[in-house]
């Protein structure tokens, strides 16, 4: 990492002794909790200055809420990234956001989810064949997380199947863009990823427009989408609010599972707990989803001078949201830093809040609760081999690779 840690901007708070927290250290980068409680107690308006742009965090639960729910003030209208982008489909504020989320919202109706249910535990059943079928230890991320969402929302989409590798590759180099130090270097391959959904989009679009029968997708839901003025929506949104449910159905659901699978064998007695008794595998995936959210925190971008703790937010700065250290908020969640399957958290910020609250949070819920359970059924006997390594972008958090056995 080459940025530099940034401050806590207040007077009051300049000597504290770490003042040079960021989110880029070694030790944050390693465990995201490890700050979090000195950005709760001591800097709950922190400044990270040796990032282009610099961008303020907020932390306490309360300040988060207020945030998320105030989108006059935390605009979403130039990106949820730490950097400036154009106004795209859902990523801005009311009209537009309203306009495409009323698009999507019959794909993600409880009984649209409902009936992935039968298609999702198939495939489950089928990784875990194949695992069984092989010699004892595997990767839980390469051989079970990730093919799961992954197969899910490329069928949702319409993707085809042959193209999936290529697809998780290209849903990988979207977010490590948006979080990397020099995102140009990923210009070329995000460049494909878009020629390949427009080359499919327009596709679509002429199949519909010829009369021709068209699967039931979210590409043919998209690709047929029409303005108030009934013409085809801009082809910019149709294809960000695509990447959007890619990047979004994808990773995030991958790193549920790996985080919860590996807190659970990280102590031998939560993983008994939860095959002694499967009442408690929603109230885990909670848990996880509180203590280990797979995205740390989004960004907003101020409209307007924020006053706050002491301090001074100017207008059109980007803040970063932190859901994480939201969670671990004492004043809303007793012993924060224990992880407790039987907890079963409310109103944790791991799906965000308001009206840009996660669309895909109980395809989520569904797909981890069937793993789950699926896994202590017929693999009693897992246990973790290693801590494995997490992903790479600073802010999200999940394990690339995560060693486990399912044989004593
Ligand atoms: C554990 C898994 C997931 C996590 C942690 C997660 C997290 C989030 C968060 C924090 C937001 C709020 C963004 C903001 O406030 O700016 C969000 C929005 C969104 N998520 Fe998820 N997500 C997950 C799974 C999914 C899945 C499976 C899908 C689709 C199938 C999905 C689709 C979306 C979409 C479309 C939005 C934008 C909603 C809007 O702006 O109105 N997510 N997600």
Redesign the pocket.
Request: aromatic fraction near 10%.
């Given at each position: 990492m080459t940025w530099h840690a940034g401050s806590c901007i207040g007077r009051r708070m300049r000597h504290h002794r770490s003042m040079n927290w960021s989110p880029f250290t070694d030790e944050a980068m390693a465990d995201p909790a490890s700050g979090h409680q000195y950005l709760l107690d001591t800097c709950p308006v922190h400044c990270c200055d040796g990032f282009d742009p610099p961008f303020f965090t907020l932390s306490r639960y309360e300040d988060v809420q207020t945030a998320?729910r105030d989108i006059e003030t935390y605009s979403?209208h130039f990106g949820?990234g730490p950097r400036f982008t154009e106004p795209a489909g859902?990523?801005c504020d009311p009209p537009q956001?309203t306009f495409?989320?009323k698009i999507?919202q019959s794909w993600?109706t409880p009984k649209a989810v409902e009936a992935l249910r039968e298609p999702v535990t198939r495939l489950t059943h089928e990784l875990v064949d194949g695992i069984l079928s092989g010699p004892g230890e595997f990767d839980a991320h390469d051989d079970f997380a990730f093919p799961l969402?992954v197969t899910?929302?490329a069928d949702?989409l319409g993707v085809p199947k042959s193209d999936l590798e290529q697809f998780k590759h290209w849903s990988d180099i979207q977010v490590a863009a948006m979080g990397s130090a020099k995102p140009e270097q990923y210009l070329p391959i995000q460049q494909e990823f878009m020629a390949y959904m427009h080359s499919h989009l327009m596709q679509r679009r002429k199949q519909i427009a010829d009369g021709v029968s068209v699967p039931e997708d979210l590409l043919t839901l998209l690709a047929g989408a029409r303005t108030e003025e009934g013409e085809f929506t801009p082809e910019p949104d149709s294809l960000s609010?695509l990447n959007?449910?890619l990047v979004?159905?994808?990773e995030?659901?991958t790193?549920?599972v790996t985080n919860l699978i590996w807190r659970l064998l990280e102590v031998p007695e939560r993983w008994q707990m939860i095959v002694d008794d499967p009442s408690l595998i929603r109230s885990a995936i909670e848990e996880s989803?509180r203590y280990d959210?797979?995205?740390l925190g989004?960004?907003?971008n101020t409209t307007r001078e924020v006053r706050l703790h002491g301090e001074v937010i100017p207008s059109g700065s980007k803040v970063f949201?932190n859901?994480a250290a939201a969670n671990r908020d004492a004043s809303v969640y007793p012993n924060p830093d224990e992880f407790d399957v039987t907890r079963n958290p409310q109103r944790h910020?791991?799906?965000?809040?308001?009206?840009?609250?996660?669309?895909?949070?109980p395809?989520?819920?569904l797909?981890?609760e069937i793993a789950l359970s699926v896994l202590r059924e017929r693999m009693p006997e897992l246990r973790l081999l290693g801590a494995g390594e997490r992903i790479a972008p600073f802010f999200l958090w999940g394990r690339r690779k995560l060693p486990v056995s399912w044989k004593r």
């Amino acid at each position: 990492m080459t940025w530099h840690a940034g401050s806590c901007i207040g007077r009051r708070m300049r000597h504290h002794r770490s003042m040079n927290w960021s989110p880029f250290t070694d030790e944050a980068m390693a465990d995201p909790a490890s700050g979090h409680q000195y950005l709760l107690d001591t800097c709950p308006v922190h400044c990270c200055d040796g990032f282009d742009p610099p961008f303020f965090t907020l932390s306490r639960y309360e300040d988060v809420q207020t945030a998320l729910r105030d989108i006059e003030t935390y605009s979403s209208h130039f990106g949820q990234g730490p950097r400036f982008t154009e106004p795209a489909g859902m990523l801005c504020d009311p009209p537009q956001h309203t306009f495409y989320r009323k698009i999507l919202q019959s794909w993600f109706t409880p009984k649209a989810v409902e009936a992935l249910r039968e298609p999702v535990t198939r495939l489950t059943h089928e990784l875990v064949d194949g695992i069984l079928s092989g010699p004892g230890e595997f990767d839980a991320h390469d051989d079970f997380a990730f093919p799961l969402p992954v197969t899910i929302i490329a069928d949702l989409l319409g993707v085809p199947k042959s193209d999936l590798e290529q697809f998780k590759h290209w849903s990988d180099i979207q977010v490590a863009a948006m979080g990397s130090a020099k995102p140009e270097q990923y210009l070329p391959i995000q460049q494909e990823f878009m020629a390949y959904m427009h080359s499919h989009l327009m596709q679509r679009r002429k199949q519909i427009a010829d009369g021709v029968s068209v699967p039931e997708d979210l590409l043919t839901l998209l690709a047929g989408a029409r303005t108030e003025e009934g013409e085809f929506t801009p082809e910019p949104d149709s294809l960000s609010v695509l990447n959007q449910l890619l990047v979004g159905g994808n990773e995030t659901t991958t790193s549920l599972v790996t985080n919860l699978i590996w807190r659970l064998l990280e102590v031998p007695e939560r993983w008994q707990m939860i095959v002694d008794d499967p009442s408690l595998i929603r109230s885990a995936i909670e848990e996880s989803l509180r203590y280990d959210p797979p995205v740390l925190g989004l960004y907003r971008n101020t409209t307007r001078e924020v006053r706050l703790h002491g301090e001074v937010i100017p207008s059109g700065s980007k803040v970063f949201i932190n859901y994480a250290a939201a969670n671990r908020d004492a004043s809303v969640y007793p012993n924060p830093d224990e992880f407790d399957v039987t907890r079963n958290p409310q109103r944790h910020m791991s799906f965000g809040l308001g009206v840009h609250f996660c669309l895909g949070a109980p395809t989520a819920r569904l797909e981890t609760e069937i793993a789950l359970s699926v896994l202590r059924e017929r693999m009693p006997e897992l246990r973790l081999l290693g801590a494995g390594e997490r992903i790479a972008p600073f802010f999200l958090w999940g394990r690339r690779k995560l060693p486990v056995s399912w044989k004593r």
